[in-house]
C-alpha cells in the first residue's frame, strides 16, 4: 500500500488487515506515519502488517523484489502530475499494479502498457475509484433496462466531515476554471453552477468536474452521446467559493490554484463542525426504454457514519482480493472499467452504513 496511511490509502490498509493470511505492508514517504497506522492494524486474528519508507517517485525494481509484493496499491495522488513510472517498475517486478487516478489523461494512457503488461503476466489496472469504476458498474447493471442510452450524469456529493488529505485538494483545485472538452462541448472546471436535489442528501450546488468516465464511457456504450461529471460539496459557501476562485483561474488572475490547498484546507478543518457524516453519489441515465419510451433511472448511494470515503477504495480492495483468490485472470493494462461488477461492490461495502438502489 503506497500512500498506505493517507486519507483512501488508510481505509484500503484498514480492509485488507482483516484477512489473516495476508502480508500487508504499508508504505509513504514518513516512517513514523506508516508505523502508527502499522500498529492501529496489527491484531491477533489480522494480516501481518509491516511499515515501510518508500517514496512512489523513486521506488525502484530491487526494492519491490526485496519487498516481494504480489500487487502494489498506488493511493499516493495527486495523479494528474504523474506518469507510468510506478507502473512501469511494477511490471519490471513481476507484481500487479493498481491505482485510485481519476486524471482523466493519466486513466485513459495506462493501455499503452498493455503489451508490456502481458508479457510480463501482470495485471496493471488505473481508475479503481468512485470514477469510472463504480460509475461503470452501476451502468454496467442498469443499461439492460434501457433499448438504448443516450446521456449519463454522474454526481459525487461527499460529506463535510471527510478530511480529503493535500493530495486530494490539490487534485480539486488544480480542475478549477480550466477548459476541457466534454462529450460535444467545452466545460471549465467547477462551473455550469446549479443546483439538484440528491434524494437522502437534499439540495446541493453541482460543480463540473474532468474525469475519464468522459472519453471512456462512450466507448463502452455505443450511442451514449453525453456524459456529465458533477460534484457537489456539502456546504454551499465552500462549494460556491471554489465556484468564484474557478472563475478567478479562468480569467487568468489566478494561475496555480493547487497552491492554496493548505490555506484552505486549514479553513475546512478550522470549520469542521460544519455539514454532517453523511454523503454519496448519484448516476442518472437517460434514454429510450424497452417499451419504446423515453426513460429516466436515477440510482443512488447514501453513506452514513463517515463511511463515505470508503467509496473510492472499495474497487482497489476488491480486485486486491481477487487476485489473491485467482478468480481474477485478465492480464495486461487497462482502466478499471468491467472489472467487478456492482453485486461485488456492495457485497464489499456491506458491513459499512450505506443503501443503495434506484431512487
Given at each position: 500500500m503506497l500512500g498506505g496511511y493517507g486519507a483512501f490509502g488508510g481505509r484500503i490498509a484498514e480492509r485488507l488487515a482483516r484477512n489473516a493470511t495476508l502480508r500487508l505492508i504499508v508504505a509513504g514517504r514518513s516512517l513514523e506515519r506508516a508505523r502508527s497506522l502499522a500498529d492501529s492494524l496489527t491484531s491477533d486474528n489480522g494480516a501481518t502488517v509491516i511499515p515501510a519508507a518508500l517514496d512512489a517517485a523513486r521506488v525502484d525494481e530491487r526494492e519491490l523484489r526485496?519487498?516481494?509484493?504480489?500487487?502494489?496499491?498506488?493511493?499516493?495522488?495527486?495523479?494528474?502530475?504523474?506518469?507510468?513510472?510506478?507502473?512501469?517498475?511494477?511490471?519490471?517486478?513481476?507484481?500487479?499494479?493498481?491505482?485510485?487516478?481519476?486524471?482523466r489523461a493519466f486513466v485513459a494512457g495506462i493501455a499503452d502498457l498493455d503489451a508490456e503488461a502481458r508479457r510480463a503476466g501482470v495485471l496493471i489496472v488505473s481508475g479503481a475509484s468512485t470514477v469510472p469504476a463504480v460509475s461503470a458498474a452501476v451502468l454496467d447493471e442498469l443499461v439492460p433496462?434501457?433499448?438504448?442510452?443516450?446521456?449519463v450524469e454522474i454526481v459525487i456529493a461527499p460529506g463535510n466531515s471527510f478530511d480529503p488529505g493535500l493530495a486530494t485538494t490539490q487534485s480539486i483545485l488544480s480542475m478549477l476554471g480550466r477548459p476541457y472538452v466534454g462529450t460535444g462541448r467545452v466545460r471549465h472546471g467547477w462551473q455550469?453552477?446549479?443546483?439538484?436535489?440528491?434524494?437522502g442528501l437534499g439540495a446541493r450546488w453541482l460543480g463540473a468536474c474532468e474525469t475519464p468516465d468522459l472519453d471512456l464511457l462512450p466507448r463502452r456504450y455505443p450511442g451514449l452521446r453525453d456524459v456529465e461529471v458533477f460534484a457537489a460539496l456539502e456546504i454551499d459557501a465552500f462549494h460556491l467559493g471554489l465556484w468564484c476562485l474557478s472563475w478567478l483561474v479562468r480569467a487568468g488572475l489566478v494561475r496555480h490554484p493547487e497552491r492554496l490547498s493548505s490555506p484552505l484546507l486549514r479553513l475546512k478543518y478550522a470549520l469542521g463542525g460544519l455539514g454532517s457524516d453523511v454523503g454519496g453519489m448519484m448516476v442518472t441515465?437517460?434514454?429510450?426504454?424497452?417499451?419504446?419510451?423515453?426513460?429516466?433511472?436515477?440510482?443512488?448511494?447514501?453513506?452514513?457514519?463517515?463511511?463515505?470515503?470508503y467509496i473510492p477504495g472499495t474497487p482497489s480492495v476488491i480486485l486486491a482480493k481477487q487476485l489473491l483468490a485467482g478468480t481474477l485472470a485478465k492480464r495486461g493494462a487497462m482502466?478499471?472499467?468491467?472489472?467487478?461488477?456492482?453485486?461485488?461492490?456492495?457485497?464489499?461495502?456491506?458491513?459499512?452504513?450505506?443503501?443503495?438502489?434506484?431512487?
Open positions: 526485496d519487498l516481494q509484493a504480489t500487487i502494489l496499491i498506488n493511493a499516493s495522488g495527486p495523479y494528474q502530475w504523474q506518469d507510468y513510472r510506478l507502473a512501469r517498475t511494477c511490471i519490471a517486478a513481476g507484481t500487479h499494479y493498481i491505482d485510485l487516478a481519476d486524471a433496462q434501457l433499448a438504448s442510452l443516450a446521456s455550469g453552477l446549479r443546483r439538484v436535489a440528491i434524494p441515465l437517460a434514454g429510450v426504454g424497452q417499451d419504446g419510451g423515453a426513460r429516466c433511472i436515477v440510482w443512488r448511494l447514501i453513506a452514513r457514519r463517515g463511511h463515505g470515503p482502466p478499471c472499467l468491467g472489472l467487478f461488477t456492482l453485486g461485488d461492490f456492495l457485497s464489499e461495502v456491506g458491513d459499512l452504513d450505506m443503501t443503495a438502489g434506484i431512487a
